[in-house]
């Protein structure tokens, strides 16, 4: 058996015949410290030609010159190269802006939002992290701007109880750094479930936790935003000053402006008992039961949660099901994982860890190309079983039917969605969740990841014919829930704001129209997967 890990899945493909081999972190703290590179100062003005280029010579005639990179520039390579999927290394922007500062970004923003700008219809994106398949945070021929140096991680504890108070975080952090930063202190906040992952689009679109279930989705935790608006202006947004503002960035993606800065609320940090598990397919069905059970007992046990991963890989016997547990009260007999043991695991890597070694354990790799889909479904063993069955179809129709000779990895996976987590969302939030989270849910993800482009056209339309499947049955059987999660969607999926319901949408609308009357990050020139316009 051969374990890889993938995108907020484990795939597992099984091979009878061969052993395990896997990379397992230690469960020490070791490593702590806030990564993130030094600027190389390099003065350029030049490289290319277009409008592209037009708006690299204006940033440099800005002042911004020793922060521009060009594709010559090994700190373009590192920023091209940091991006996830290779869909979005493959875009070439002509030039690179790694801020220092807010007031760069501010400075970068009033330059390309110019009168000039918007004649020459200059283009830009805004990288984080860069973890989305699609090139919503890159532009081609246009300017990115990197905000990796925007890293920076701080906690200042509460007066009465030092193990509460605010971590201010760098947009441009990666939430490794962060969870690194905060466990030498003994506080944690409700972050990514993978430590690559990027801060900024993570908590713009909501943000599934380990804590969801007990503190609401990450976005949830935020106490405060720094953002800069389209005019260039950077504003504070909490939930007594720009309150609008403060709950439109609660789901609204970068449909207001760049923010630059988040304050999280933290919480006592404690030791987590999980970790990764892989199984047989035979244990399949068992796994999804147990599945259902710990979801729809969330409310008595919500420090138990996790994500189950359906995987295949062409040239191997049969695919193989993953269960990535945690109880993050450190519970070691944990009722919903009582008997795991006892279906035939292959792997089974929990032991008592923080936080650090347990996204350290998943850990994926970068620059495959990947194709993702979601919808979401009532929390019920028949319709989960139902999505293990069009999982096997697709498996036996493309091993039977089609010649693939590259090793891709197809992967189904399926992500808590209790009506817990809409339930710790005291200053509101636009998803809409407290609406239409009428049962106990699940969140799909159906994907697949590459080495090359030569499947990926076929596969993708298999991918969304299997959600057409799946929402088709659940509908049928009163099980479908119109919630899309907003971080996993494809862009040519309904654009899920429009699901967060006709009053958010209309409130989104009223805040975009007030912070960017212009209507500058809804024109085709701002990179961004889903818009207001046309809802």
Same mark, same amino acid.
Request: glycine share 12%; proline share 4%; hydrophobic share 40%.
């Given at each position: 058996?051969?374990?890889?890990?993938?995108? +907020?899945?484990? %795939?597992?493909?099984? *091979?009878? !015949? @061969? #052993? =395990?081999?896997?990379?397992?972190?230690? $469960?020490?703290?070791?490593?702590?410290?806030?990564?993130?590179?030094?600027?190389?100062?390099?003065?350029?003005?030049?490289?290319?030609?277009?409008? +592209?280029?037009? %708006?690299?010579?204006? *940033?440099? !005639? @800005? #002042? =911004?010159?020793?922060?521009?990179?060009? $594709?010559?520039?090994?700190?373009?390579?590192?920023?091209?190269?940091?991006?996830?999927?290779?869909?979005?290394?493959?875009?070439?922007?002509?030039?690179?802006?790694?801020?220092?500062?807010?007031?760069?970004?501010?400075?970068?923003?009033?330059?390309?939002?110019?009168?000039?700008?918007?004649?020459?219809?200059?283009?830009?994106?805004?990288?984080?992290?860069?973890?989305?398949?699609?090139?919503?945070?890159?532009?081609?021929?246009?300017?990115?701007?990197?905000?990796?140096?925007?890293?920076?991680?701080?906690?200042?504890?509460?007066?009465?109880?030092?193990?509460?108070?605010?971590?201010?975080?760098?947009?441009?952090?990666?939430?490794?750094?962060?969870?690194?930063?905060?466990?030498?202190?003994?506080?944690?906040?409700?972050?990514?479930?993978?430590?690559?992952?990027?801060?900024?689009?993570?908590?713009?679109?909501?943000?599934?936790?380990?804590?969801?279930?007990?503190?609401?989705?990450?976005?949830?935790?935020?106490?405060?935003?720094?953002?800069?608006?389209?005019?260039?202006?950077?504003?504070?947004?909490?939930?007594?000053?720009?309150?609008?503002?403060?709950?439109?960035?609660?789901?609204?993606?970068?449909?207001?402006?760049?923010?630059?800065?988040?304050?999280?609320?933290?919480?006592?940090?404690?030791?987590?008992?999980?970790?990764?598990?892989?199984?047989?397919?035979?244990?399949?069905?068992?796994?999804?039961?147990?599945?259902?059970?710990?979801?729809?007992?969330?409310?008595?046990?919500?420090?138990?949660?996790?994500?189950?991963?359906?995987?295949?890989?062409?040239?191997?016997?049969?695919?193989?099901?993953?269960?990535?547990?945690?109880?993050?009260?450190?519970?070691?007999?944990?009722?919903?994982?009582?008997?795991?043991?006892?279906?035939?695991?292959?792997?089974?890597?929990?032991?008592?860890?923080?936080?650090?070694?347990?996204?350290?354990?998943?850990?994926?790799?970068?620059?495959?190309?990947?194709?993702?889909?979601?919808?979401?479904?009532?929390?019920?063993?028949?319709?989960?079983?139902?999505?293990?069955?069009?999982?096997?179809?697709?498996?036996?129709?493309?091993?039977?039917?089609?010649?693939?000779?590259?090793?891709?990895?197809?992967?189904?996976?399926?992500?808590?969605?209790?009506?817990?987590?809409?339930?710790?969302?005291?200053?509101?939030?636009?998803?809409?969740?407290?609406?239409?989270?009428?049962?106990?849910?699940?969140?799909?993800?159906?994907?697949?990841?590459?080495?090359?482009?030569?499947?990926?056209?076929?596969?993708?339309?298999?991918?969304?014919?299997?959600?057409?499947?799946?929402?088709?049955?659940?509908?049928?059987?009163?099980?479908?829930?119109?919630?899309?999660?907003?971080?996993?969607?494809?862009?040519?999926?309904?654009?899920?704001?429009?699901?967060?319901?006709?009053?958010?949408?209309?409130?989104?609308?009223?805040?975009?129209?007030?912070?960017?009357?212009?209507?500058?990050?809804?024109?085709?020139?701002?990179?961004?997967?889903?818009?207001?316009?046309?809802?």
């Amino acid at each position: 058996m051969v374990l890889t890990v993938a995108r +907020g899945a484990v %795939a597992l493909f099984t *091979l009878l !015949q @061969a #052993g =395990l081999t896997v990379a397992v972190p230690s $469960a020490g703290l070791g490593g702590f410290g806030v990564f993130g590179d030094k600027p190389l100062v390099v003065k350029r003005t030049g490289g290319g030609t277009g409008t +592209g280029s037009n %708006a690299c010579q204006a *940033l440099a !005639q @800005a #002042g =911004l010159g020793g922060l521009l990179y060009f $594709a010559t520039d090994s700190e373009y390579n590192t920023t091209i190269t940091g991006y996830y999927a290779a869909d979005v290394q493959d875009v070439k922007p002509t030039c690179i802006l790694k801020p220092l500062t807010a007031a760069h970004v501010s400075k970068a923003v009033k330059v390309l939002n110019s009168g000039q700008g918007k004649t020459q219809g200059w283009t830009m994106a805004v990288k984080s992290g860069g973890h989305a398949p699609y090139a919503s945070n890159n532009v081609q021929n246009g300017v990115t701007i990197d905000l990796a140096r925007l890293n920076s991680v701080t906690f200042e504890s509460c007066k009465h109880n030092s193990k509460y108070g605010f971590a201010s975080i760098g947009a441009g952090a990666r939430w490794g750094d962060v969870y690194a930063a905060l466990e030498p202190q003994g506080v944690m906040v409700g972050g990514g479930r993978e430590g690559h992952v990027g801060v900024a689009g993570f908590l713009l679109g909501g943000g599934f936790s380990w804590y969801s279930a007990k503190r609401g989705m990450a976005l949830d935790n935020i106490a405060s935003y720094e953002v800069v608006l389209a005019d260039g202006r950077i504003v504070t947004a909490t939930g007594t000053k720009n309150s609008d503002l403060f709950k439109a960035l609660k789901g609204g993606l970068n449909n207001f402006g760049i923010v630059t800065k988040f304050e999280m609320k933290t919480f006592p940090a404690s030791l987590l008992y999980g970790g990764v598990m892989a199984f047989p397919w035979t244990s399949a069905q068992q796994i999804l039961t147990k599945f259902v059970a710990m979801i729809e007992n969330n409310r008595a046990n919500p420090a138990e949660t996790g994500f189950v991963s359906l995987s295949w890989s062409p040239g191997y016997p049969a695919p193989s099901v993953a269960w990535i547990t945690a109880n993050t009260d450190g519970v070691t007999n944990s009722t919903s994982f009582i008997g795991l043991e006892n279906l035939s695991p292959v792997v089974d890597y929990r032991f008592t860890m923080p936080l650090t070694s347990l996204t350290q354990q998943l850990a994926g790799t970068t620059g495959l190309y990947n194709t993702w889909y979601t919808t979401t479904i009532h929390n019920t063993v028949y319709l989960v079983t139902k999505y293990m069955t069009i999982f096997q179809n697709l498996v036996t129709d493309l091993s039977t039917n089609y010649n693939i000779d590259e090793p891709i990895s197809l992967i189904f996976v399926l992500t808590p969605l209790p009506k817990t987590y809409a339930e710790h969302n005291p200053t509101g939030n636009v998803l809409g969740l407290e609406k239409t989270l009428t049962r106990n849910s699940i969140v799909l993800q159906p994907e697949v990841i590459l080495p090359t482009k030569k499947f990926q056209v076929l596969i993708q339309a298999k991918l969304r014919q299997a959600v057409q499947d799946m929402e088709t049955y659940a509908k049928q059987k009163g099980g479908y829930n119109p919630y899309l999660y907003i971080n996993y969607a494809n862009p040519e999926q309904a654009n899920p704001i429009g699901r967060y319901g006709a009053e958010n949408v209309a409130f989104l609308k009223k805040a975009s129209k007030k912070y960017d009357p212009q209507g500058f990050w809804q024109s085709s020139r701002v990179a961004g997967a889903f818009k207001l316009g046309g809802l």
